[in-house]
């Protein structure tokens, strides 16, 4: 038994199968079954039910996960003291950011981060929400900012702030007033992401509570497409001041306030219930916490 089986254990007793566990540790699966498998015949007994539908773990393997979790923690956590003693925490922490976020928080969490850990390396990736807590689960993802997540027993979710929402009209558009009433959106044809977007989710179920549908004429995937398909006369989206900021020029556009009631995201940093935090990570989510709290905070509607 090595930290190695163990880890490939975890992964696929995590993800519920060979292949998606193959897939996030880039191992081949027939390399993966075999490790698997030493660990079965090492210690005497299935660890794994494997069935089409992929894998559930037997007594004996529930019990495998949760020490193993613990082993693999306490390994990670020996790997951070060592580094300390040398002088600087060396590591790796991989950062999920949504793109409406991406261009506001790069800079300022990366200087924070190579400050207070000027050794490790932060890996940031973009996505939406919905890929981004896949990613979480599968561990390709350590932490992710995450817009109006659903409560799920394999993330943690700690919230930061609320982000309002506006209807976003080109500049030169007179028919939209400054404010518009919820009620009225559905008089508007809207751009959305396609389900199960956060902002989709959102727009729906804010209108159903007030016994209406919005009128979606276009569903398409990317801020940066939204925002284009506004400036061609398609319709009206639904974004934060950051969103329009971050990915175009707010000159060319007008955000509308929606009120009765308003529209807001919430924001909340996710990471995966299954793990404990390093120390790495635990220093990530502070300056988070600090940054996302100050900047999204002082920023204002153009």
Same mark, same amino acid.
């Given at each position: 038994?090595?930290?190695?089986? =163990?880890?490939? @254990?975890?992964?696929?007793?995590?993800?519920?199968? @060979?292949?998606?566990?193959?897939?996030?540790?880039? %191992?081949?699966?027939?390399?993966?079954?075999?490790?698997? *498998?030493? #660990?079965?015949?090492? @210690?005497?007994? +299935?660890?794994?039910?494997?069935?089409?539908?992929?894998?559930? =773990?037997? /007594?004996?393997?529930?019990?495998? =996960?949760?020490?193993?979790?613990?082993?693999?923690?306490?390994?990670?956590?020996? *790997?951070?003291?060592?580094?300390?003693?040398?002088?600087? =925490?060396?590591?790796?922490?991989?950062?999920?950011?949504?793109?409406?976020?991406?261009?506001?928080? %790069?800079? !300022?969490?990366?200087?924070?981060?190579?400050?207070?850990? !000027?050794?490790?390396?932060?890996?940031?990736?973009?996505? #939406?929400?919905?890929?981004?807590?896949?990613?979480?689960?599968?561990?390709?993802? /350590?932490?992710? #900012?995450?817009?109006?997540?659903?409560?799920? !027993?394999?993330?943690?979710?700690?919230?930061?702030?609320?982000?309002?929402?506006?209807?976003?009209?080109?500049?030169?558009?007179?028919?939209?007033?400054?404010?518009?009433?919820?009620?009225?959106?559905?008089?508007?044809?809207?751009?959305?992401?396609?389900?199960?977007?956060?902002?989709?989710?959102?727009?729906?179920?804010?209108?159903?509570?007030?016994?209406?549908? !919005? +009128?979606?004429? %276009?569903?398409?995937?990317? %801020?940066?497409?939204?925002?284009?398909?506004?400036?061609?006369?398609?319709?009206?989206?639904?974004?934060?001041?950051?969103?329009?900021?971050?990915?175009?020029?707010?000159?060319? @556009?007008?955000?509308?306030?929606?009120?009765?009631?308003?529209?807001?995201?919430?924001?909340?940093?996710?990471?995966?219930?299954? *793990? $404990?935090?390093?120390?790495? $990570?635990?220093?990530?989510?502070?300056?988070?916490?600090?940054?996302?709290?100050?900047?999204?905070?002082?920023?204002?509607?153009?």
């Amino acid at each position: 038994m090595d930290l190695k089986q =163990l880890e490939y @254990f975890v992964r696929v007793a995590e993800l519920g199968s @060979f292949t998606r566990a193959s897939i996030v540790l880039d %191992v081949a699966q027939p390399a993966l079954s075999r490790q698997i *498998r030493n #660990l079965e015949v090492e @210690f005497g007994q +299935n660890l794994l039910l494997r069935n089409g539908r992929g894998v559930s =773990l037997t /007594d004996a393997g529930k019990l495998l =996960l949760g020490y193993s979790r613990g082993i693999l923690h306490q390994a990670e956590r020996l *790997r951070e003291e060592m580094s300390r003693a040398r002088g600087a =925490l060396v590591g790796k922490v991989a950062l999920g950011l949504p793109p409406s976020l991406l261009k506001l928080l %790069v800079v !300022p969490v990366l200087s924070a981060f190579k400050q207070r850990l !000027p050794a490790a390396t932060l890996v940031i990736r973009e996505g #939406l929400t919905a890929s981004m807590q896949e990613s979480l689960i599968s561990g390709s993802l /350590d932490m992710a #900012l995450l817009y109006n997540a659903s409560s799920s !027993p394999d993330i943690d979710l700690l919230p930061l702030v609320e982000e309002e929402l506006f209807m976003v009209a080109r500049a030169d558009d007179a028919k939209v007033p400054s404010v518009v009433a919820a009620r009225s959106l559905p008089n508007y044809p809207l751009i959305l992401p396609s389900r199960p977007n956060a902002t989709h989710m959102l727009v729906e179920s804010g209108l159903a509570h007030l016994g209406l549908r !919005p +009128n979606i004429s %276009v569903e398409v995937d990317g %801020v940066g497409s939204i925002l284009d398909l506004v400036q061609c006369h398609f319709g009206y989206a639904i974004l934060s001041a950051n969103a329009v900021t971050a990915l175009a020029n707010d000159s060319g @556009f007008k955000l509308c306030r929606i009120v009765e009631p308003k529209l807001s995201a919430k924001i909340a940093l996710g990471v995966n219930s299954n *793990r $404990q935090t390093t120390a790495m $990570q635990r220093i990530l989510m502070e300056i988070l916490q600090e940054t996302v709290g100050r900047l999204l905070t002082d920023a204002k509607a153009p």
